[in-house]
């Protein structure tokens, strides 16, 4: 696999990662609930957020000079905890190994965190492989309506009890580093 870097994302890249980081999301979002969606998932603002918020790193993942991907990063105030918030690829370069060589370059740029956490969708079959099978990552547990995320805003939980918005079915994975 060719080298892989992590350069920094400017304020002026967000739109576009934005609309990348969705792009990659589609094809299991549409083969999960078609396309029918009036927004795409994650949305718009649920993105926007975690781009501004405190202490995240929005990152390019870079490959043979161009970028193919982007990854959203925090650590806690020591760095001994990470949360990877979202991380993607382009289409392309799916299957190829450069989204383990970007999780290792994550790591690598982020030595002191020895607990990694993330979260992805039940639906994203592909992810939970990449996290637990290449990743070393293990799931830790499942939210559901009946055991919802602890960060779900009131308004999306009525949403999901009354039938109109989508449930929120997704894992949350750890990876604790031992070196």
């Avoid at 990854?71 to 991380?87: I, M, P, R, W, Y």
């Avoid at 799916?94 to 002191?112: D, H, K, L, N, P």
């Amino acid at each position: 696999m060719s080298h892989i870097t992590l350069t920094p994302a400017l304020p002026t890249d967000f739109p576009e990662l934005k609309r990348r980081l969705q792009a990659a999301f589609a094809p299991a979002v549409i083969a999960e609930f078609g396309d029918s969606l009036t927004e795409p998932i994650p949305s718009d603002a649920e993105l926007a957020e975690s781009f501004a918020a405190p202490g995240v790193e929005v990152l390019h993942v870079v490959h043979e000079g161009k970028s193919v991907g982007g990854a959203v990063v925090s650590t806690d105030h020591d760095g001994s905890h990470g949360n990877l918030e979202f991380f993607f690829l382009d289409g392309v370069s799916q299957g190829s190994g450069v989204g383990f060589a970007a999780w290792q370059a994550i790591e690598r740029r982020y030595s002191t965190v020895r607990v990694w956490e993330t979260h992805t969708p039940y639906f994203e079959k592909r992810n939970i492989h990449f996290y637990v099978n290449k990743c070393g990552f293990h799931i830790v547990e499942f939210f559901h309506p009946g055991h919802p995320e602890p960060h779900e805003s009131p308004e999306t939980l009525q949403h999901e009890a009354d039938g109109t918005g989508v449930p929120d079915y997704s894992f949350r994975f750890q990876k604790i580093i031992t070196r």
